[in-house]
């Protein structure tokens, strides 16, 4: 079973310039997550979807930053403009239906490093 | 809110002696999961093992167990018989109850020595 694919791995671009990632998650998983990591630092939620439906985008920076999953199935990030602040690692994870927290795993992608110079 | 601690930011062990990582929570939720993940230089999260709030026992994975102190509101992860392998980034992590959504601690970077 293929596991949840992200691309790119390695993205170097300037400040203001725009910036896109992409995810594919396991198949039948229908929670998808973007997560951003910066150095030295766990993980943080930027945003979580329920299939098609963003239903916890809180931590969003919603001036610069935006996401998609269009049919429930793959999701694309994106950042315009970007900053130097935004240098980090994004990744992606998705969760197959659990109504408990008792087999909630999340299964990670390899995670999209970006540099902004 | 939930908040995970971890306090320990290295941690150095020589191989093949058992080596234990720290981690606290705070939830008042009553419902939660604990969750350590490892993270290897090459950057893929990869999970360990899961630890249920009305577990009884305490979960073990392999080398990996987890030391439950619910009145502590503690989940230390123990790993017996390092090995050169388990030199990593490990992040404890909860969720709580109908949430999925995993909280993060900052991480304990591990080091395993010949």
């Known amino acids: 079973e293929a596991g949840v694919v992200q691309s790119p791995r390695y993205k170097i671009i300037e400040k203001k310039q725009p910036v896109a990632f992409w995810c594919n998650p396991i198949s039948g998983h229908n929670t998808l997550y973007w997560y951003l990591q910066n150095l030295g630092q766990g993980p943080e939620l930027l945003i979580r979807y329920e299939n098609e439906e963003a239903v916890d985008d809180s931590q969003l920076p919603k001036d610069r930053f935006s996401a998609e999953r269009l049919k429930g199935v793959d999701s694309t990030l994106k950042i315009q403009p970007a900053e130097l602040g935004d240098s980090a690692v994004y990744l992606c994870a998705s969760s197959s239906p659990t109504p408990t927290p008792n087999t909630g795993e999340l299964f990670f992608g390899e995670g999209s490093r970006l540099t902004v110079l | 809110a939930q908040k995970i601690t971890q306090t320990q930011p290295g941690m150095f062990v020589q191989e093949k002696e058992a080596v234990t990582l720290d981690c606290t929570y705070d939830t008042s939720d009553p419902s939660y999961g604990l969750f350590w993940y490892k993270q290897p230089s090459s950057g893929e999260m990869i999970f360990l093992i899961y630890?249920?709030?009305?577990?009884?026992q305490n979960a073990t994975e392999g080398r990996y167990s987890l030391n439950f102190q619910k009145a502590r509101k503690s989940a230390n992860l123990v790993i017996s018989a390092s090995q050169l392998g388990d030199s990593a980034m490990y992040f404890c992590a909860m969720s709580l109850s109908g949430y999925s959504t995993l909280t993060f601690g900052k991480g304990t970077m591990l080091l395993v020595s010949p």
């Open positions: 630890q249920g709030s009305y577990d009884q």
